[in-house]
């Protein structure tokens, strides 16, 4: 089908995992349900039609730093990390970054998640609400007015196939750069099935979740072609690609090889330190600017649904041999040898 509002061409999720993630997911948070979009067939909410042409439209500026992911791989943690590395001056207690992450760093596409009737909620329960603070609001404002109206340079985060990006970050024509992270399937499922929960009030089991993952049913899937599509460009001199694995393991050569990417210049082994420490699990979790639990609280407050979880977790690589059953391991065995990524995953 091809929809009216934009030339984007998009399919039902008529499969029995599709049809069972439409009806697992809050009907508070996404009424309309999801759609595969585009010739990728990436799984995002219908709303997202309304906004196709506003999203490849986007005018991109030279001096844009963009974090790409799918979701649960990282993202956050990659977010920080170029954010005081290219604002740092010099403070140990990175002052600069005592400011929601979402306001330094928004989520660009993230109003094409919404539906005219869950807009309306979130007017009236949180941009107009007193209550709320209003630095606590920045994540409901339309996003890609937030982003228009950024000073540069602009720091944007995105979960969109590449395919689906703005126009001119696929066709290369400004000087913008792209950092793309990627996560092990495993732990990205196992990961992504408790935000689900927690954010977007879903409602299945782990073993629920893990098959419409593996089926290419859940919110930006299909995750093979998420990766893909930017592995195959990761030679390009405007992209970055890095690993949640990567990082765990040596942070620090991380730090430096983005500072190289991003034109810093070589990071004294004290500003490494400094940054790696403030970049630490134990310290990202319980970071108010970063945490993310205004979000959670205001999302709940909207899908009603009670979760026993943070949006920082455990940060671990291999996590999910502590919740996936010998039988869905098996199923992502088999998935992941059909799919496998030579040289990544």
Same mark, same amino acid.
């Given at each position: 089908?091809?929809?009216?509002?934009?030339?984007?061409?998009? &399919?039902?999720?008529?499969? $029995?995992?599709?049809?069972?993630?439409?009806?697992?997911?809050?009907?508070?948070?996404?009424?309309?349900?999801?759609?595969?979009?585009?010739? %990728?067939?990436?799984?995002?909410?219908?709303?997202?039609?309304?906004?196709?042409?506003?999203?490849?439209?986007?005018?991109?500026?030279?001096?844009?730093?963009?974090?790409?992911?799918?979701?649960?791989?990282?993202? %956050?943690? %990659?977010?920080?990390?170029?954010?005081?590395?290219?604002?740092?001056?010099?403070?140990?207690?990175?002052?600069?970054? !005592?400011?929601?992450? =979402?306001?330094?760093?928004?989520?660009?596409?993230?109003? &094409?998640?919404?539906?005219?009737?869950?807009?309306?909620?979130?007017? !009236?329960?949180?941009?107009?609400?007193?209550?709320?603070?209003?630095?606590? #609001?920045?994540?409901?404002?339309?996003?890609?007015?937030?982003?228009?109206?950024?000073?540069?340079?602009?720091? *944007? @985060?995105?979960?969109?196939?590449?395919?689906?990006?703005?126009?001119? *970050?696929?066709?290369?024509?400004? !000087?913008?750069?792209?950092?793309?992270?990627?996560?092990?399937? $495993?732990?990205?499922?196992?990961?992504?099935?408790?935000?689900?929960?927690? *954010?977007? =009030?879903?409602?299945?089991? /782990?073993?629920?979740?893990?098959?419409?993952?593996?089926?290419?049913?859940?919110?930006?899937?299909?995750?093979?072609?998420?990766?893909?599509?930017?592995?195959?460009?990761?030679?390009?001199?405007?992209?970055?690609?890095?690993?949640?694995?990567?990082?765990?393991?040596?942070?620090?050569?991380?730090?430096?090889? %983005?500072?190289?990417?991003?034109?810093?210049?070589?990071?004294?082994?004290?500003?490494?330190?400094? /940054?790696?420490?403030?970049?630490?699990?134990?310290?990202?979790?319980?970071?108010?600017?970063?945490?993310?639990?205004?979000?959670?609280?205001?999302?709940? #407050?909207?899908?009603?649904?009670?979760?026993?979880?943070?949006?920082?977790?455990?940060? !671990?690589?291999?996590?999910?041999?502590?919740?996936?059953?010998?039988?869905?391991? &098996? @199923?992502?065995?088999?998935?992941?040898?059909?799919?496998?990524?030579?040289? *990544?995953?």
């Amino acid at each position: 089908m091809t929809c009216p509002l934009s030339p984007v061409e998009y &399919a039902e999720l008529d499969s $029995k995992e599709g049809r069972e993630w439409n009806q697992l997911c809050s009907p508070e948070i996404y009424d309309e349900g999801y759609i595969k979009l585009g010739k %990728t067939k990436g799984v995002f909410a219908r709303s997202y039609l309304s906004f196709y042409d506003r999203i490849k439209n986007f005018v991109i500026r030279d001096d844009d730093v963009w974090v790409v992911s799918f979701p649960k791989t990282g993202t %956050t943690w %990659t977010q920080e990390l170029v954010w005081c590395m290219m604002n740092d001056d010099g403070d140990d207690d990175f002052e600069k970054a !005592k400011k929601d992450l =979402g306001q330094r760093f928004p989520y660009f596409e993230v109003r &094409a998640n919404w539906s005219p009737r869950l807009a309306s909620i979130i007017e !009236k329960n949180v941009v107009e609400n007193e209550a709320v603070s209003s630095d606590k #609001k920045h994540f409901f404002q339309d996003s890609f007015t937030l982003a228009e109206n950024m000073a540069s340079p602009r720091f *944007l @985060k995105c979960h969109l196939h590449f395919s689906l990006l703005p126009t001119q *970050l696929i066709e290369k024509s400004t !000087k913008a750069k792209i950092i793309y992270v990627a996560r092990n399937p $495993k732990d990205t499922c196992t990961s992504f099935y408790h935000h689900s929960c927690l *954010l977007d =009030g879903y409602g299945g089991t /782990l073993e629920q979740f893990a098959e419409q993952f593996i089926t290419d049913n859940v919110f930006c899937s299909p995750f093979w072609t998420h990766l893909k599509e930017f592995w195959e460009r990761r030679d390009r001199d405007d992209i970055l690609f890095l690993t949640y694995e990567d990082m765990k393991k040596d942070l620090p050569s991380v730090i430096q090889k %983005t500072a190289k990417f991003l034109g810093k210049a070589e990071l004294s082994p004290e500003q490494v330190r400094k /940054l790696a420490d403030h970049l630490s699990f134990e310290k990202m979790k319980v970071n108010p600017f970063v945490n993310q639990e205004s979000v959670v609280e205001n999302l709940r #407050k909207i899908h009603g649904r009670t979760y026993d979880s943070t949006f920082m977790r455990k940060g !671990k690589v291999g996590s999910w041999q502590d919740e996936l059953s010998v039988a869905i391991v &098996a @199923k992502m065995d088999a998935w992941i040898a059909e799919n496998r990524i030579e040289g *990544l995953y």
